[in-house]
């Protein structure tokens, strides 16, 4: 597969390159005929010598032309949709659209020598110009395009001065590249690194925004920093140290302005219940003391789901379940609202629970309530938890 182009279009590279290539052989060969019939190779050498037909200068204007506007447009519509470029595709256009222009150039001359005046020189000239302001305009372009990709690699590796030497250099700097600013703070915030955070937040990163990249579930910074998994981190790094830098960015992300009751997407999850899922007092702390409503709410709420699911109460626990959802299968002490009901016999509960929860069940939570229905002699409750997960191996 050719760099910098997936698999579906690896048959339009192949037909690019075979262009590249036939522009390439067609304008060295009108560059080559020009240069030996000045050299005076074309002139006859014998009686009865007949010498090669030099290209007109329409001929090089032509070929040239041809050459230097359909790659320059190409590669602008690629650029327009904000693709990184790698190397071997800016050599694919430059060097066709190069040779174009010295076409074109000889072009310009040739019809000069041949008398041609005023309006005759206007297209030559035109495209000569054009070509050269958009080959110009390409290689600015392209040079935001590169700093955009080499701050990408830097993000991806954490590599942290090489991002701050790109920042500074205006990588990510411009209007529409807020977006992709964003998805590396979201990214950074995610994998715990306070510095690029601060780096990313300096150069204009949104404490707030979320990461609107598909599939990306709209998570701020914030969020993406509470929630952050350190199993999931491309660079493992230890326990103890991801809970620090964790706290440390999720600090830094309050003082620079993120709310602290902003809530994902359209969902219901706020960064006090991911604090609270996480297991961790000092995040929570720091959400209270910037003011979330739901802090010091969310363990009594838990506690009273608890005392709900163990007296049968199936309207009480469908009220208090349903804005966590998953998110309340069990606390930090590994407490399940879920066995409760299977302890209690409360088989309406157990229903409620599992439709709350939805897909993101866990299997081993389920086990659990099935071992404690099991225990109690409850058949239904744990017929009804055979049929949970029943997909596994």
């Known amino acids: 597969m050719m760099p910098g182009l997936d698999g579906s ?13 036939a522009a390439v052989v067609l304008n060295l060969a009108v560059l080559a005929a020009v240069a030996l019939r000045r050299s005076g190779w074309m002139a006859p050498r014998a009686p009865g010598w007949t010498a090669p037909k030099a290209p007109t200068w329409r001929t090089a204007l032509a070929i040239g ?25 800016v050599a ?24 041609v005046r005023g309006a005759g020189l ?9 070509g050269l302001c958009a080959c110009a305009w390409v290689g600015v372009t392209w040079r935001a395009m590169a700093l955009r990709g080499a701050l990408w690699d830097a993000v991806l590796r954490e590599e942290v001065a090489t991002a701050q030497a790109l920042l500074a250099r205006g990588a990510g700097g411009e209007a529409a590249d807020r977006p992709f600013l964003q998805e590396l703070l979201v990214k950074s915030a995610r994998d715990v690194n306070v510095e690029l955070v601060r780096a990313l937040l300096d150069a204009g990163g949104d404490p707030n925004g979320p990461n609107m990249v598909e599939g990306a579930g709209e998570r701020s910074p914030l969020l993406a ?3 952050a998994d350190p199993i999931l981190r491309l660079h493992p ?54 003011g979330a409503t739901d802090a010091r709410t ?14 049968g109460n199936v309207g009480r626990v469908g009220e208090i379940v ?29 229903n409620a629970l599992l439709d709350a929860f939805g897909d993101s069940v866990q299997c081993a939570n389920v086990d659990r309530a099935r071992a404690a229905a099991s225990r109690q002699g409850d058949a239904a409750i744990t017929r009804r938890l055979l049929d949970v997960c029943s997909y596994r191996p």
């Open 9 to 21: 279009g690896c048959g339009v590279a192949l037909v690019l390159l075979l262009m590249a290539i």
């Open 65 to 89: 032309a041809v050459s230097v506007l359909f790659f320059v447009s190409f590669l602008v519509l690629r650029l327009a949709a904000r693709d990184v470029l790698s190397s071997w595709i």
């Open 92 to 115: 694919l256009f430059f060097l066709p659209a190069g040779l174009g222009l010295l076409s074109v150039a000889v072009a310009f001359f040739g019809a000069r020598r041949a008398g």
């Open 122 to 130: 206007a297209l030559p000239g035109a495209i000569l110009v054009a």
């Open 225 to 227: 920093a509470i929630g």
């Open 237 to 290: 790094i230890d326990p103890e140290t991801h809970a620090r830098q964790q706290l440390q960015v999720v600090a830094l992300l309050l003082e620079r302005g993120a709310n602290p009751n902003s809530v994902e997407g359209r969902g219901t999850t706020t960064p006090a219940l991911l604090a609270w899922v996480a297991g961790s007092d000092e995040m929570l702390r720091l959400l209270d003391a910037k």
């Open 298 to 311: 969310i363990a009594p709420r838990f506690e009273e789901l608890l005392a709900a699911a163990a007296s």
């Open 322 to 350: 349903a804005p966590y959802g998953a998110r309340f299968q069990f606390d930090r002490q590994g407490r399940s609202p879920l066995v409760v009901a299977a302890e209690n016999g409360h088989l309406e509960v157990v």
